[in-house]
């Protein structure tokens, strides 16, 4: 048996070497479908680690792995030191939670949930203060069902904060949110990293990921096909720049293959997504290819290659569902 | 730490006690066939009091008495020998009988003259009318004789002839059913928890998934005794209900007919997905427990067929064991059957859970 001294030793030896939450080989299987297939990372202190994927990725029953809801089938989660499997009532004294969708008692009033959830730890910070510290204060009273979905949000953002976590996990945590209030919550997100928070999320939002996170993991079918920083990433797709643009049916993939600069080319009927190290060449030479076939070249849009371009060419398919 | 699982505690009963569902489906449905069965039934006391009265005496002041007796209009008056009266007391026949025994007179014109007044108790309401009707007689008598108050005493002696009102039937049955509905919906409870993934943001917390359903446990058990109480109170003082038997062992079946009902719903909610279908489930089990389990209706006269099904039933030795205790004022032994049978079916329920229950 382990004191809670040493515990909290290992747990600031941990801290200071910086290295917050390490996973190892993370397998879940349900009824001969794997779920989740050898999944590792690493997370260092006052990081947001994004996870990136499209629905089914595996992203949250890892993340339930890592909280100590699910038992992996293989693999370890230790967090602060502390091993998941082993030690779980001491990982779940550290972190805080916030599910994809967290459903709370419908008896209860915020202040009574807070209130509830604050005296499962040992140390808890002062529910008012939750309250106000995500907005909430006036709706102390009401009762979880009465709020919209961003104050739903915040709520479970305040819970998953009552406990004063060292790391926070938050799964689609913006997910159905109108633009606002998905805002209101990166402001609160960013605000808690410098607080030195390790906060751990799960997104298929590009933007969100970009923004908030120091690095990214992209999943997909059960494994983590990529981990870098969203530069990093990007930049793995040795472009500059992204010709997003509509030709007839005339144009031909392999013409557009061999124009200048171009390092790889998309196709979906006659969309094209077209990958280049030189905008300003490629550019020309698209709309002068369009020109000389006599194809109307039409819903044009050069931009910077973004996470989804990333994720196009890592999976061939498409991050958003359209 | 006391203070944590204070809070644990309140927050479980908070969340009872803001169902309105359940306190409807509970103490709502009790007390209702209780208010609607009592008054439909209930009228079974005549406005005359039927008053046997025997005459030891043969004296003038003895006859006296009798006439002036004969002449209320509250008071149906019959004569007749001490074991005749007596005997019609028991057999509900009389409200109370009164005897003027040899020596009256002479007493009365001396002082200190006893009559001897027998009540059936088995209807309060009679026997409390019945009290002040004879006591207000005696008085007049005193007045008239002697010109001061006081020198008949009455010596007043309790009969244990109870007559079973209707409403002295429904209301353990009505506790019985308050305690079924009650506590099977715990099943409902879990089902809908983990339904709505309530389950999986506690397992998010260092919170044991023993320590919630201990807590929730010990909830229902607070509301049930609430419940009972307040259902008792309100039998007593509209009905006159009474309860004679002992108040603590009473509470005693109260408590384990409800943990045989939690471990019941227990049962269901571990292996029932879905909460709409555990709701289904429970009326299932719960509405044929009632009839069969004796809440409403006298069951032990039902067609031999049933009688089997009848006696597993938990609810029916629920139902038995509280109206021995509330109305025979039975003892321990009288309910020692109902109590292992109930207690069979907390272990039977246990192994049910052990086998399949989940959380998440």
Sequence with gaps: ?322 | MLTKIITLLRTNFIILTRQRGLLISSLGYAVISMLVFGFLFGGNSSTQTRLGVVDQDHTFVSAQITSQLQKSDALQVYTGSSDEEQQALKDGQRGAVIIIPVGFGQQLVGGGAHLQVFYDQSNPVTAASTQLTVKAIVDGINRAVTHQPGPVTLDQQAVAAKDMREIDFITPGMLGMLLMWANLAVGIQLVNWREMGITKRLAATPLKPLSMISAQVVARLELSLVQAVILLALATWIFNVHIYGNIGLLALVVTLGALTMLAIGFAIGSFVKKTEAANSILQLVGFPMLFLGGSYLDVNGAPGFLQPLIHIMPLYYLNEALRQVMFSGAGWSAIQTGVLVMMAWIVASMLVVWRAFRWL
Excluded at chain 1, 92 to 103: K, N
Excluded at chain 1, 108 to 118: G, M, N, V, Y
Excluded at chain 1, 124 to 153: F, I, T
Aim: with cysteine.
């Design chain 1, 1 to 322: 048996m382990i004191s809670q001294e040493q515990l909290a030793s290992t747990a600031t030896a941990r801290t200071e070497t910086g290295l917050m939450v390490d996973v190892r080989g993370l397998v879940k299987s349900y009824a001969h479908k794997t779920v989740v297939n050898h999944v590792s990372f690493s997370v260092r202190q006052a990081e947001i680690f994004g996870v990136l994927g499209p629905n089914g990725a595996g992203k949250t029953t890892t993340l339930e792995m890592i909280e100590g809801i699910r038992k992996p089938d293989a693999g370890t989660a230790i967090l602060a030191g502390l091993d998941v499997r082993r030690q779980k009532s001491a990982v779940q004294r550290i972190i805080g939670v916030q599910l994809q969708a967290t459903t709370l008692f419908p008896e209860l009033t915020l202040l009574e949930t807070l209130q509830f959830f604050a005296s499962l730890y040992p140390r808890s910070l002062d529910p008012r203060k939750m309250l106000s510290g995500v907005a909430l204060e006036e709706k102390a009273r009401a009762h979880p069902q009465d709020l919209s979905g961003g104050q739903r949000q915040r709520l479970a953002l305040a819970i998953a904060l009552v406990n004063d976590p060292q790391v926070l996990f938050l799964d689609e945590p913006t997910a159905a949110l109108d633009p606002q209030s998905r805002r209101m919550l990166w402001d609160i997100v960013l605000r808690l990293r410098e607080q030195g928070k390790t906060i751990i999320l799960t997104t298929h939002n590009m933007d969100e990921a970009q923004i908030l996170c120091d690095r990214i993991a992209i999943m997909d079918g059960g494994q983590i096909i990529a981990l870098d920083t969203a530069a990093g990433l990007i930049g793995r797709l040795g472009a500059l720049a992204t010709i997003d643009c509509r030709l007839d049916g005339k144009a031909t993939r392999s013409d557009i293959e061999e124009l200048t600069g171009v390092t790889g080319v998309r196709q979906a009927n006659e969309r094209y997504i077209i990958y280049t190290e030189s905008m300003q060449p490629t550019l020309v030479a698209v709309l002068s290819y369009a020109e000389e076939k006599g194809i109307p070249l039409t819903d044009l849009q050069v931009r910077t290659p973004t996470l989804e371009d990333v994720f196009l060419e890592l999976t061939g398919r498409e991050l958003r569902g359209k």
